[in-house]
Each structure stands twice: as structure tokens, then as C-alpha cells.
């Protein structure tokens, strides 16, 4: 059968993708459509605005750029300068090079440009390279907004714009940014907009953004993958430290990440795993660009079996395999929780999400079970003595784990799987995040001198 062939029987073929896209879109190994996919290019390719309510994970990347790519190739290169045909807004820095990666992996072969724009990064090349005009521009909106306060960038022709994980945009404080970027491009723009929730505001913004949208929804809001096999581990704070390096001294924990709630804690993890002999790369807001994606492309093709993150800087990360999140401490919002055991269990596969709860995280863990609406199982207890704010729970795994203080794992095997079992815990449910928070007062473009309205986070993306 010839590659045609090949092609014309494919899924996305059935969609409307079709010729050089098709065939870049099969040599990038997609070779059938994922639902999201399915739901949204067909609609997409109508001319419909669309709502999407999907995760990283779900293929909402190709969702939303095959469509574009499909009516971009077909109107030729002829490009304004300064001018982006397409906008695409992500909330951090890591999920926006993302995005351009698979954008060019499926534009291969077709002549489509893209350029970048992200902050703590020289806005020098960024300004050269949208210079002659660009197809797609992939842009955090903080440095986007001050390089079109500056005209560096002009919105006015762009007819296609997406926003990508909005819900975490508005969560950094992006949002009017976000609504003043979508004022100053095409007012026959077609818009889509992709949130793993849809707290109120977001609700509201996307009123306000699209017209008569096409709704898109591949998993009920907040819920954790089925596939994702979830416990707590009790700990005090002091002990988590050798929790920690007991649970990752057994190989069977291959590829994992290690959440931290905050900056200096995630280089304090760090810290103290190579200490323990291990060797884990760090990703936060405070790490330069260059050193955020170094870390990031040591535990994608696997040199590094470890990566310490905050929810931020892991938030949107795509990273096939990992088999285990642990959370060395738990997230101030719940809701964080959902995102960062997402990270593992992608695509069908098995994942462990091990959370270390010391007492006085016992209300989190409550709003967690809360979110997830189910009781987390107990993998061990290290605590010596039951918490009298907790209610007695059985342990879910009759094998304790943690308690071993070599690093190594046991040669007769006698420990393996311990975290990564298939415990009887193992079940599917659903959960509404809340997630909801006040929105700040819209600024035009040319009263803002500074990025005021961001949060700390959100500058440094
Ligand atoms: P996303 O949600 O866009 O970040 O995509 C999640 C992962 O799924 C990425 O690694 C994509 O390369 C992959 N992916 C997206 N669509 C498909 C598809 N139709 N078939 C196989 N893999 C896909």
C-alpha cells in the first residue's frame, strides 16, 4: 500500500486533514484522532469558535493547530510586517515551546512560520523574528502585551486565536492581559479556548470571547485519570526527607516527578536527594529559561530519572512515561493536586501518585479528597502515633513502605513493586474543582507602565 493510501484511510483524513499536513501528521506518529481531536477539528474547520474543556494529555495541542495549519497552508505566505496570522497564548513558557514543537512537527514540510515570545528571555531575537510577520505566534501574554504596547508586535490581522489552559492563565494573574490581547486582534477572529476547568471567570471570558462556540469536553471537570493508582504516605516533616530517598531507591520508580509547593522547597528536595546519592534535575520560576528547558530535556529522553518542580513550572509539561508523581508536600489549592498527578498515567498507561502528608497538612489532604471525592488510601504511617485530627484509617498495602533505609533496591526482590503496584485502592470517580477567584480590573494597553496585574509567576513566565 503506498503512503497515499496510507493516508486516505487515516482518521484525520475522515476529519478534513488532508495532503502534506495529513502525511506530516502521520509521520509524527499520530496515526488515529484522539476524541478531543475528533470533536474539534471538524468544527474548527467549519469556522467554528470552539470551547474546550481538556487537559494537557489529551491531544488538544494538534486539536486546535491542525485546523489553523489546514486554512493557513491554503492561503499561501503572504505576511504583513510585525503582523501574526494566528495567536496562540499559553500560560508558561515551557508549555508554549511545547506547543511551537508540535506545531512544527506538524507543519513539516509546508512553508508556515513560527515565532515565540516569552518573558525572562532577550526580547531582542523574539522582536527580529516576528519582524517580517510570522503565521503563528506562540506567546506568554505577559511579554506579549508589553511588545505590543511597544508595536512591536500587531495584533489587528490576526483572525485565529486560541488560549491554552486559560483556567491557569487567570490563576497567574494573566487574565486581562489575556482580554486586552484578544481586544487588539481581528474582530472576525475565530477563537478557541482550552481550560481543564471552567471556574466562573473563565466562564465569563469565554462568553465574552466566542461566539456561539462549539462545547468540547473529553473528561469530567477535576476528575484524576482511572488509570492513576493514588496514596498518602504519613510523615513529619523532618522525616520525608528519608521517605523519600527509601521510595526512590526502588527502580521500579523510573521516570518520576517530585512536586514541591514552593521555590525553595523544590531546591531543597533537590538538594537533598543528591545528597542521598541521587541525581534529580529542578525546575521553577527562579531557574533561567535555558536551564528550566536543559532540566526538561534530560528527564524527556531519560538521562535523568528524577525532576523536582513546582506546580507552575511543571504545569502543561508533556512528558510520556512518567510513572510516578510524588508529592513531597501538598498543594496550597486542591486543585493543584489533579494537575500534578496528571502528569503521570498519560495515554492508558499505569502511573503511582504518592503524596507525603505531615499533620499539619491534614486539611489540604481533606479539600484533596474533597476535590477527587474519594479517600486516599494509606500506603504507610510513619506518624508513631495516630493523629487524633484524622479519623483511624487500615492501611490500604499491608507492605509498609519507607521504612528502609538502604537506598538500593533489596536484591531477593522482596519489596518490588512498592509504590508501584496495582493496589485494590485502584478506582475511577469524579470531582468538581472549585478553582474560582476574583478578577482584576481591566487596564487599557497604554496605561499599564508595568506588569502590575501578574502575579510573581506569571513575570517570570
Ligand atoms: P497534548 O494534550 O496536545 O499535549 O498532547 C499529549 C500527547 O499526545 C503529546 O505527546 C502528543 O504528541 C500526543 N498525541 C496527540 N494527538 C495524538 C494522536 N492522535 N495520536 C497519538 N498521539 C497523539
Same mark, same amino acid.
Given at each position: 500500500m503506498t503512503d497515499e493510501n496510507t493516508a486516505d484511510q487515516n482518521g484525520f483524513a475522515k476529519l478534513g486533514i488532508s495532503g502534506q499536513l495529513l502525511k506530516a501528521t502521520l509521520a509524527a506518529g499520530f496515526t488515529e484522532p484522539k476524541p478531543i481531536q475528533e470533536q474539534a477539528i471538524p468544527a474548527q474547520l467549519e469556522g467554528r469558535d470552539v470551547l474546550g474543556i481538556a487537559q494537557t494529555g489529551s491531544g488538544k495541542t494538534a486539536a486546535f493547530a491542525l485546523p489553523i495549519l489546514s486554512k493557513i497552508i491554503a492561503l499561501g505566505t503572504k505576511r504583513r510586517p510585525k503582523t501574526a496570522r494566528a495567536l496562540i497564548l499559553a500560560p508558561t513558557r515551557e508549555l508554549a515551546v511545547q506547543i511551537e514543537e508540535t506545531i512544527r512537527v506538524l507543519a513539516k514540510g509546508a512553508h508556515v512560520s513560527t515565532?515565540?515570545?516569552?518573558?525572562?528571555?532577550?526580547?531582542?531575537?523574539q522582536v527580529k523574528k516576528i519582524g517580517p510577520g510570522v503565521d503563528f505566534l506562540i506567546a506568554t501574554p505577559g511579554r506579549l502585551t508589553d511588545l505590543v504596547r511597544e508595536k512591536d508586535v500587531i495584533l489587528s490581522e490576526t483572525t485565529w486565536l486560541v488560549l491554552d489552559e486559560a483556567d491557569r492563565?487567570?490563576?497567574?494573574?494573566?487574565?486581562?492581559?489575556?482580554?486586552?490581547?484578544?481586544k487588539a486582534t481581528h474582530p472576525a477572529r475565530q477563537t478557541a479556548l482550552f481550560s481543564a476547568t471552567m471556574p466562573n471567570e473563565i466562564a465569563d471570558l469565554a462568553k465574552g470571547l466566542l461566539r456561539d462556540p462549539v462545547r468540547v469536553e473529553v473528561a469530567p471537570q477535576g476528575t484524576t485519570a482511572a488509570?492513576?493508582?493514588?496514596?498518602? %504516605? *504519613? =510523615? @513529619? &516533616? $523532618?522525616?520525608?526527607?528519608?521517605?523519600?530517598?527509601?521510595?526512590?531507591?526502588?527502580?521500579?520508580?523510573?521516570?518520576?516527578? %517530585? *512536586? =514541591? @509547593? &514552593? $521555590?525553595?522547597?523544590?531546591?531543597?528536595?533537590?538538594k537533598d536527594l543528591e545528597r542521598d546519592g541521587f541525581e534529580a534535575a529542578v525546575i521553577h520560576g527562579n531557574k533561567s529559561q535555558n536551564a528550566r528547558q536543559k532540566a526538561l530535556n534530560g528527564f524527556r529522553d531519560g538521562s535523568v530519572r528524577i525532576l523536582v518542580a513546582t506546580d507552575i513550572a511543571a504545569r502543561g509539561i508533556d512528558v510520556p512515561g512518567i510513572s510516578h508523581v510524588v508529592n513531597f508536600d501538598l498543594p496550597d489549592e486542591a486543585e493543584s493536586y489533579v494537575h500534578r498527578i496528571g502528569r503521570t498515567g498519560r495515554n492508558g498507561a499505569d502511573g503511582v501518585a504518592i503524596?507525603?502528608?505531615?499533620?499539619?497538612?491534614n486539611s489540604k489532604l481533606r479539600?484533596?479528597?474533597?476535590?477527587?471525592?474519594?479517600?486516599?488510601?494509606i500506603i504507610a504511617d510513619h506518624l508513631g502515633s495516630p493523629d487524633p485530627q484524622r479519623e483511624p484509617r487500615q492501611p490500604a498495602n499491608d507492605q509498609p513502605a519507607g521504612e528502609r533505609t538502604g537506598r538500593g533496591p533489596r536484591r531477593d526482590g522482596a519489596d518490588k513493586p512498592r509504590f508501584d503496584g496495582k493496589p485494590s485502592g485502584k478506582r475511577p470517580f469524579t470531582g468538581k474543582p472549585k478553582g474560582e477567584r476574583k478578577p482584576e480590573g481591566a487596564k487599557p494597553f497604554r496605561a499599564r507602565r508595568r506588569p502590575g496585574g501578574r502575579s510573581k509567576q506569571a513575570r517570570a513566565a
Amino acid at each position: 500500500m503506498t503512503d497515499e493510501n496510507t493516508a486516505d484511510q487515516n482518521g484525520f483524513a475522515k476529519l478534513g486533514i488532508s495532503g502534506q499536513l495529513l502525511k506530516a501528521t502521520l509521520a509524527a506518529g499520530f496515526t488515529e484522532p484522539k476524541p478531543i481531536q475528533e470533536q474539534a477539528i471538524p468544527a474548527q474547520l467549519e469556522g467554528r469558535d470552539v470551547l474546550g474543556i481538556a487537559q494537557t494529555g489529551s491531544g488538544k495541542t494538534a486539536a486546535f493547530a491542525l485546523p489553523i495549519l489546514s486554512k493557513i497552508i491554503a492561503l499561501g505566505t503572504k505576511r504583513r510586517p510585525k503582523t501574526a496570522r494566528a495567536l496562540i497564548l499559553a500560560p508558561t513558557r515551557e508549555l508554549a515551546v511545547q506547543i511551537e514543537e508540535t506545531i512544527r512537527v506538524l507543519a513539516k514540510g509546508a512553508h508556515v512560520s513560527t515565532a515565540l515570545v516569552l518573558g525572562g528571555v532577550s526580547r531582542f531575537s523574539q522582536v527580529k523574528k516576528i519582524g517580517p510577520g510570522v503565521d503563528f505566534l506562540i506567546a506568554t501574554p505577559g511579554r506579549l502585551t508589553d511588545l505590543v504596547r511597544e508595536k512591536d508586535v500587531i495584533l489587528s490581522e490576526t483572525t485565529w486565536l486560541v488560549l491554552d489552559e486559560a483556567d491557569r492563565m487567570l490563576d497567574m494573574g494573566f487574565i486581562n492581559d489575556v482580554r486586552r490581547i484578544a481586544k487588539a486582534t481581528h474582530p472576525a477572529r475565530q477563537t478557541a479556548l482550552f481550560s481543564a476547568t471552567m471556574p466562573n471567570e473563565i466562564a465569563d471570558l469565554a462568553k465574552g470571547l466566542l461566539r456561539d462556540p462549539v462545547r468540547v469536553e473529553v473528561a469530567p471537570q477535576g476528575t484524576t485519570a482511572a488509570e492513576i493508582v493514588q496514596g498518602v %504516605v *504519613f =510523615a @513529619r &516533616t $523532618k522525616q520525608k526527607r528519608q521517605v523519600l530517598s527509601n521510595m526512590l531507591a526502588d527502580e521500579a520508580m523510573r521516570s518520576v516527578i %517530585v *512536586f =514541591a @509547593r &514552593t $521555590k525553595h522547597g523544590a531546591d531543597r528536595v533537590t538538594k537533598d536527594l543528591e545528597r542521598d546519592g541521587f541525581e534529580a534535575a529542578v525546575i521553577h520560576g527562579n531557574k533561567s529559561q535555558n536551564a528550566r528547558q536543559k532540566a526538561l530535556n534530560g528527564f524527556r529522553d531519560g538521562s535523568v530519572r528524577i525532576l523536582v518542580a513546582t506546580d507552575i513550572a511543571a504545569r502543561g509539561i508533556d512528558v510520556p512515561g512518567i510513572s510516578h508523581v510524588v508529592n513531597f508536600d501538598l498543594p496550597d489549592e486542591a486543585e493543584s493536586y489533579v494537575h500534578r498527578i496528571g502528569r503521570t498515567g498519560r495515554n492508558g498507561a499505569d502511573g503511582v501518585a504518592i503524596t507525603l502528608v505531615n499533620p499539619s497538612e491534614n486539611s489540604k489532604l481533606r479539600q484533596v479528597e474533597r476535590i477527587i471525592r474519594m479517600k486516599l488510601p494509606i500506603i504507610a504511617d510513619h506518624l508513631g502515633s495516630p493523629d487524633p485530627q484524622r479519623e483511624p484509617r487500615q492501611p490500604a498495602n499491608d507492605q509498609p513502605a519507607g521504612e528502609r533505609t538502604g537506598r538500593g533496591p533489596r536484591r531477593d526482590g522482596a519489596d518490588k513493586p512498592r509504590f508501584d503496584g496495582k493496589p485494590s485502592g485502584k478506582r475511577p470517580f469524579t470531582g468538581k474543582p472549585k478553582g474560582e477567584r476574583k478578577p482584576e480590573g481591566a487596564k487599557p494597553f497604554r496605561a499599564r507602565r508595568r506588569p502590575g496585574g501578574r502575579s510573581k509567576q506569571a513575570r517570570a513566565a
